[in-house]
């Protein structure tokens, strides 16, 4: 079985995980605090999860390209009034949402490949957090260089 495999269940449940997440985030009184649309909440999800699809389709070892998508997420939080904490905590949901997912369809998965992609996940959605903190901090050095 290919790691394709994850990917394609990925794929097929990308709104149940987004669901998911809402649910989770909306669990979480840190987060509710900053009042947001759902759209303005969870609209950068579909391309951060295409983003792990794509990632999980690759040859092992392949690296992917920086993800746009998470850098510009980190700016809009940062404007959007979040911090960093909540920011981390926002991505910890997501993979844990990611993760239940692919519990909930563990009898699709072959055992012997799911530790890999359940790695490859994790470091992607890292990476992306990555991203998103480097947006994060670019907002908050132009906001503070304007107080200059």
Excluded at 8 to 36: H, K, N
Aim: glycine fraction near 6%; proline fraction near 3%.
């Amino acid at each position: 079985m290919s790691q394709g495999k994850s990917a394609d269940i990925l794929e097929r449940e990308l709104r149940p995980v987004i669901v998911d997440w809402l649910s989770r985030v909306g669990q979480e009184p840190e987060l509710t605090c900053v009042p947001l649309t759902l759209e303005e909440r969870a609209g950068h999800l579909p391309q951060l999860l295409r983003d792990v699809v794509v990632r999980l389709r690759l040859d092992g070892g392949t690296k992917t390209r920086v993800s746009e998508a998470a850098g510009i997420h980190g700016d809009l939080r940062h404007k959007q009034g979040y911090t960093v904490a909540m920011a981390v905590n926002e991505s910890r949901l997501l993979e844990v949402s990611i993760f239940t997912m692919l519990h909930k369809n563990v009898k699709n998965l072959e055992c012997s490949t799911l530790l890999p992609q359940v790695v490859t996940i994790a470091d992607e959605v890292d990476g992306q957090l990555k991203e998103q903190m480097l947006g994060f901090m670019a907002a908050d050095a132009t906001k503070i260089a304007k107080v200059e």
